[in-house]
């Protein structure tokens, strides 16, 4: 499987320009033949307007949505959406949604562990449910951001067995170190493959610290990019993982009775 990553310059509180810088990578991703386009967290407008939410938010069935499923089916390829900021009746949710092939959704996710020291839990609603999903054959799940700092999540995940996690997040400056060192560790731990798209760019006070990256079961860099804009891409092939769970079995030799909640 092909993956493209793509570590776009989000610019805030102007949907119309991402939407056209994510249609421009898109296309070009799809011209060098990926079969999954990941895109980062809040792409339509940035993480995260504070003021006028409610107004910028998108409805479920917004613009960015429409133009997401209209480049699946259009470059016929599978379209990891990042995240995008929802309005569903009074709730405003940081949504990850992805797309088939065909253009059909087949998983969404509304984010569950808001950044408290920026207050996103005050501005946004919680999820209430995991997600795991098939694309191209191959199970998969998704997580946004902060989620990436729970464990606990993406183990229960690959006790789904999933077997690759999309991470989409806009992760800023000066925690560099711990976004690499998380995804390299969820992706050990888990034996899986860990696709993680960041934003770059600057939001306010806030800057992004890029470095997307495509992560092997074994916790090898298959893919990173830098700072700034661009597209990097790797491949994954499934077979590793079941090589790995095979001669290093976690899996196998858990002791949940002794965990938390036998989780």
């Known amino acids: 499987m092909r993956l493209a990553l793509l ?15 994510a249609e421009r990578l898109i296309s070009q991703a799809a011209g060098d033949g990926a079969d999954v386009i990941q895109l980062p967290e809040t792409w339509n407008l940035g993480f995260f307007p504070k003021e006028g939410l409610r107004e910028l938010a998108e409805p479920e069935t917004g613009e960015s949505r429409a133009l997401l499923a209209e480049l699946a089916q259009k470059y ?18 940081n949504t990850f949604v992805c797309y088939d092939r065909d253009g059909r959704l087949i998983a969404e996710y509304d984010k569950i562990h808001g950044f408290s020291p920026s207050g996103e839990h005050k501005y946004f609603s919680a999820g209430d449910h995991l997600c795991t999903f098939s694309i191209d054959g191959v199970k998969a799940g998704a997580v946004i951001c902060y989620d990436l700092r729970f464990p606990e999540l993406v183990r229960t995940l690959a006790l789904e067995e999933i077997q690759l996690l999309f991470v989409c997040a806009q992760w800023p400056h000066p925690r560099l170190e ?24 600057q939001y306010g006070d806030l800057s992004f610290c890029g470095h997307s990256m495509l992560v092997g079961p074994f916790g090898e860099i298959l893919a990173q990019a830098g700072d700034g804009e661009e597209i990097v891409c790797g491949e994954a092939d499934f077979q590793k993982i079941r090589e790995i769970r095979e001669s290093i079995n976690v899996f196998r030799d858990r002791r949940p009775e ?3 909640g036998g989780l």
Request: with cysteine; aromatic share 6%; charged share 20%.
């Open 76 to 93: 016929h390829v599978n379209i990891a959406g990042g995240s995008l900021i929802t309005r569903r009746n009074d709730r405003i949710c």
């Open 258 to 260: 002794l965990y938390f």
């Open 178 to 201: 711990h976004w690499q060192i998380l995804n390299r560790a969820r992706a050990i731990e888990n034996q899986m493959y860990v696709s993680a798209v960041n934003a770059c760019g």
């Open 7 to 21: 570590q776009m310059d989000v610019r805030p509180d102007d949907a119309g320009a991402n939407r056209r810088t």
